[in-house]
């Protein structure tokens, strides 16, 4: 690839076949845009340490190419999953004529909890609760001031009460290249990071028969459970049905029994009226007087 740079106002030549694919990736994406590309190397003319090389838009001052210089090759995983609270380890496969030459950091900001475990590229994230998650950014830097950039997209995620993780459903983060994995909560749990405690009653659309109160079980728990039936019904609170009381009561009425939803009505024959202080017998109407 041949990319104008505006700021020296000249073309400049990489040897793609000697850069890796994430940052062929990345010379793709930038090349023939109004700023400087980026390099996949930035060579410092003084000769001090490494300048982070995929975002300098500075070039050499003086005319090089990748040809001039040994560039490490890296390749490792595309994506680092992590838990807060958990473990994750990964491993960078370089391609140099002397891997001890070379020199690994990480790019500030550093991740909380990041270390290498060795000279080679192996290395360990163990992310605490309540720590910030940052983009993952490694250089690989040889002893003549070429590098390469190593960086993953991050995803993390943070469940709560035994909560799994859904890293194939995922929000994007305000940083770079970081995304957050949906939460896959217990029955007992809801909320974002399975944290809160689920009504059983609203998530079953209040089951309880009318007039009965739903009650949830507290997490760990799931569920809900039902009060009594209402006074004339019978069941679990759940389901309730109507008691006939006239069947099953033998002479609750004088005469007549007329069963009702929860309840029970008495009547008499003709030429009587219910009595007003018991509403269950009938007194006899007095047509002559």
């Known amino acids: 690839y041949t990319y104008y740079n505006s700021i020296s106002r000249s073309f400049t030549f990489v040897d793609m076949s000697t850069v890796?694919?994430?940052?062929?990736?990345?010379?793709?994406?930038?090349?023939?845009?109004?700023?400087?590309?980026?390099?996949a190397y930035y060579l410092d003319p003084t000769g001090k340490r490494f300048r982070d090389c995929v975002n300098a838009v500075q070039v050499p001052r003086r005319r090089q190419t990748n040809l001039d210089l040994n560039v490490p090759v890296c390749t490792g995983p595309v994506r680092v999953s992590i838990n807060f609270g958990g473990v994750a380890t990964g491993s960078l496969q370089i391609s140099y004529t002397n891997i001890q030459l070379l020199t690994f950091a990480v790019v500030p900001p550093v991740p909380v909890g990041f270390?290498?475990?060795?000279?080679?590229?192996?290395?360990?994230?163990?992310?605490?609760?309540?720590?910030?998650?940052?983009?993952?950014?490694?250089?690989?830097?040889?002893?003549?001031?070429?590098?390469?950039?190593?960086?993953?997209?991050?995803?993390?995620?943070?469940?709560s009460n035994k909560g799994s993780c859904d890293f194939n459903k995922t929000t994007s983060s305000l940083q770079a290249r970081v995304k957050t994995a949906t939460c896959l909560c217990a029955d007992a749990y809801s909320g974002k990071h399975c944290e809160e405690d689920r009504d059983g009653c609203q998530a079953a659309f209040q089951p309880c028969f009318s007039g009965v109160k739903c009650i949830d079980k507290k997490a760990p728990q799931?569920?809900?459970?039902?009060?009594?039936?209402?006074?004339?019904?019978?069941?679990?609170?759940?389901?309730?049905?109507?008691?006939?009381?006239?069947?099953?009561?033998?002479?609750?009425?004088?005469?007549?029994?007329?069963?009702?939803?929860?309840?029970?009505?008495?009547?008499?024959?003709?030429?009587?009226?219910?009595?007003?202080?018991?509403?269950?017998?009938?007194?006899?109407?007095?047509?002559?007087?």
């Open 20 to 39: 890796s694919i994430l940052l062929s990736q990345v010379y793709k994406k930038t090349c023939c845009r109004r700023v400087a590309c980026s390099a």
């Open 115 to 159: 270390e290498f475990l060795d000279d080679r590229g192996r290395f360990r994230w163990t992310l605490q609760r309540n720590a910030p998650i940052v983009s993952l950014r490694i250089s690989i830097t040889g002893p003549d001031g070429a590098c390469t950039i190593y960086q993953p997209e991050v995803f993390a995620c943070d469940c």
């Open 222 to 289: 799931s569920g809900y459970v039902c009060g009594g039936c209402p006074a004339g019904f019978t069941g679990n609170g759940d389901s309730c049905y109507d008691i006939d009381e006239c069947s099953l009561q033998s002479g609750i009425c004088q005469q007549d029994c007329v069963n009702t939803q929860g309840a029970f009505e008495c009547t008499c024959y003709t030429g009587y009226t219910l009595s007003k202080t018991d509403n269950k017998t009938c007194v006899d109407v007095d047509e002559c007087a």
